[in-house]
């Protein structure tokens, strides 16, 4: 299977664009500010929060980390207008972390003083290794002039355990996740099950120093665990909540979870760049292409069209 994988994805470029956009459509609410909101608003009808996404990452030029930004400032403006339970999630990389992080730095603190205005959360999400450290660190300078944002650990990092030691407190909301990109042996763990009980141990770390905890995971597993781990410490259901990617066929279960009374969000990527998210995502996590070709024949309950 795994040399399958690599060989659908090293095709991946020659395949049709309507391929391509197939892996798109499953997963990106649309090309547009409007269609995003269109989603959320229609999730939030079904009980389900929201957290939106510019597509783009690793910008390698200073201009388009302004168009980022800027785009991030419209769609805080949006949230607002549209009244929409929802907040942002974006990739440092996309404002210039790789170019300079000073210039990362004023395109970041223009959103979060936008953020600020309309008392909104700004989710960092977490890329690959090489910008682990400089993620973390912007985001404890970034807390230090607007608390109300956080950003993800990854549970297959060998070093997650400890991080989330230092980034646990009362006042910190932290995404956990099992990690999306592809780490050596030297850094990560590779085991599946060793991935999940590195999961299970940082939400128990965040959680028992009184973190605001986020469950990003589709394994009905560790959902199952987190569900046990908050009735085991007594988590009141505002200091934690379930992630789902918008797209991921595991509606019964988080209709399940939003009767149960626990709080689910979404995160909703949007915007023009769906083919080069979708290639890279294909790259990075080669099962996908069966995600999709599974996706073509099946249609989500909680998507509009
Ligand atoms: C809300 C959210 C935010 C995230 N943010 C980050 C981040 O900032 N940084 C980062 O590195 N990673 C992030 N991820 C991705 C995460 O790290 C994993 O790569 C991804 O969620 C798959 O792991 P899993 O926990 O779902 O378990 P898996 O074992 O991979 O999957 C569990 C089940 O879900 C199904 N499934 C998983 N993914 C898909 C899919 N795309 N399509 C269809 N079925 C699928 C699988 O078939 C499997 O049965 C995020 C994930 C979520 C849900």
Redesign the pocket.
Known sequence: MELLNRLVVGSAPLLPRFFIGRVAAR?VAGDSLDEGLALVTHLNTLGFAGTLDVLGEEVREAEATMRFRDAYVEVLDGIANSGADCNVSLKLTALGLCIDPELCWDNLALILDRAREFDNFVRF???DSSVTQATLKMCQRAREFYPQCGT?L?AYLHRTLEDARSLAGPESNV?I?????VEPGVIAFQG?QEVRDSFMATARQLLEQGSYACF????LW?IEQCEALVAELGVAPDRYEF???S????ETTLDRLVAAGHRVRY?IPFGPEWYAYSLRRMRE?PA?WR?TLR?MFSRSRHRQR
């Not at 996740?177 to 990109?181: L, Q, V």
């Not at 797209?247 to 595991?250: A, L, N, T």
């Open positions: 997963y999400d977490m890329e993800v990854q995404r996740c099992k990690g999306a990109y599946y990003a995971t589709h394994d560790l992630q789902a990617l797209g991921v066929p595991i995160y996590n996908i995600h996706a």
